[in-house]
């Protein structure tokens, strides 16, 4: 079947090379969705901005860090408080930004002086925090002031921190994922390396793309732990500053998240020879393959069997009684980029749910071309969606749940369909097998609220 265009699209018919329905004896040989290029001018696209990338994705679910933006309150405001990612330091880093609040009057005379005295007060009102990112934004890239000049000076004038700048304003890129990329390689040309870790076991990881999305890290680092496995650092969920600028140290790169950090993961590898090993964390018979992978890689594999089987007896009856519930549903995913390869296969073969239409905010190519070869014939693939198009998906394909985020989401309540957040979860956490059950309640409670059988009721008219 050829590229699709959506009636909503006739005005913009370069929309049709991002549209695409899978049909019997396609692939991506024949037909992949352009991804990854610049939000074509009519379009009202869901995405975010470089800087959100960089901040909101990855640095600011580290939990030891002051986050200071440098620009208009506004950049801090819209980065702060919209992801769920909790910490065991009382969830330092959900409490509060940092913004150098930039006014008209820096823009014409720069804003360099502004940051500094914004660097400083900050650190004198937390005198226990001596670590902090400092993000660009459109206005401070614009008018060329230097941060990391700045930076310097700063840590020559305190002696005892250390700062962190990620130079990725929001037009410097097509989406947010250019803010992944820019964070990632300067965090490993610049900081890891820096300090040596302390090793208390033979086997070390590094777990990269986990972001502790509502205790996600938690289960992991449990199982991990069952298998005596030390984890030097989790890329970024639950981190620290510091266990961040060892992860030269570990043995093995285990990858979830290959979109947002992957790249440190190549560059790893590149520039000290640590192996990468890509799995899967969603799903029970996904997280049941990652764990063999990561126990035959340090022999361990009769302690991943023994978790599996202990979690496998603990929750599957558990999942079984949703997937009785669940199979044969519709589901569409609109999220990000690499969650449209986790998700669908996993609810298909453990939920019997059917996944009919997907669409990502910032997937590249070999995104497309992983959940094209896990998705079904019928399936309808989207790049940069926008509102209009998923109003002629709903109508076509008649979902029975959508994951997306809350902006689209709120239209799709409008719509009396039930909507699970699919960037912070409802009640999570979803990865693991606790996780994966979690994930399923929360698809059964939502179908079956009472308040979707009231919500097309005009109680006006009873």
Excluded at 160 to 188: M, R, T, Y
Aim: contains cysteine.
């Amino acid at each position: 079947m050829p590229l699709k265009l959506f009636k909503c699209d006739e005005t913009i018919p370069e929309r049709e090379r991002h549209c695409y329905i899978k049909a019997p004896g396609e692939d991506t040989t024949h037909y992949l969705p352009i991804s990854n290029v610049p939000t074509i001018p009519g379009s009202l696209s869901e995405r975010g901005c470089s800087y959100c990338g960089a901040k909101l994705v990855i640095g600011g679910v580290i939990k030891d860090c002051i986050q200071m933006i440098h620009g208009p309150v506004g950049c801090a405001y819209d980065t702060w408080h919209t992801k769920r990612y909790p910490s065991d330091n009382d969830n330092f880093q959900l409490k509060y930004v940092w913004s150098t609040n930039l006014k008209e009057k820096h823009i014409v005379f720069g804003g360099e002086k502004q940051l500094k005295q914004s660097i400083i007060e900050a650190f004198a009102e937390m005198p226990h925090i001596k670590r902090m990112f400092i993000y660009t934004t459109c206005a401070t890239a614009l008018i060329g002031d230097d941060p990391k000049a700045v930076a310097k000076a700063v840590e020559k004038e305190l002696g005892d921190v250390d700062i962190f700048v990620v130079e990725c304003p929001g037009f410097a890129g097509v989406s947010q994922s250019k803010g992944h990329h820019v964070l990632n390689i300067g965090w490993i040309n610049e900081k890891v390396g820096t300090l040596e870790p302390e090793i208390k076991s033979p086997y070390t990881i590094n777990f990269i793309g986990d972001y502790n999305i509502q205790g996600d890290t938690y289960v992991l680092e449990k199982y991990l732990h069952k298998m005596d496995i030390q984890v030097i650092a989790h890329f970024t969920g639950n981190a620290t500053y510091d266990e961040l600028r060892a992860m030269h140290r570990a043995q093995l790169n285990v990858v979830n998240c290959a979109r947002s950090a992957g790249y440190i993961a190549n560059e790893l590898k590149k520039q000290y020879g640590i192996p990468r090993l890509d799995i899967d964390s969603w799903g029970f018979d996904y997280m049941a393959e990652g764990l063999r992978k990561i126990g035959a890689f340090f022999g361990l594999e009769d302690k991943a069997e023994e978790i599996i089987a202990e979690e496998t007896a603990k929750w599957k009856p558990k999942l079984d009684w949703y997937k009785e519930r669940l199979r044969g549903k519709k589901m569409c995913i609109w999220t990000g980029g690499p969650r449209l390869w986790h998700w669908t296969k996993a609810v298909e073969d453990d939920l019997g749910v059917q996944v009919v239409a997907m669409s990502s905010k910032f997937g590249h190519q070999e995104d497309f071309e992983k959940v094209i070869a896990r998705g079904q014939v019928g399936t309808v693939y989207i790049d940069d969606g926008n509102e209009l198009e998923f109003f002629e998906v709903i109508e076509m394909l008649k979902p029975d749940i959508i994951f997306t985020g809350p902006r689209v989401g709120d239209l799709v309540k409008k719509l009396h369909i039930p909507y699970i957040n699919g960037h912070a979860y409802h009640n999570g956490p979803y990865m693991g097998f606790e996780g994966f059950v979690n994930m399923a309640r929360d698809m059964y409670n939502a179908m079956n609220s009472p308040l979707m059988k009231l919500a097309p009721i005009d109680i006006r008219e009873v």
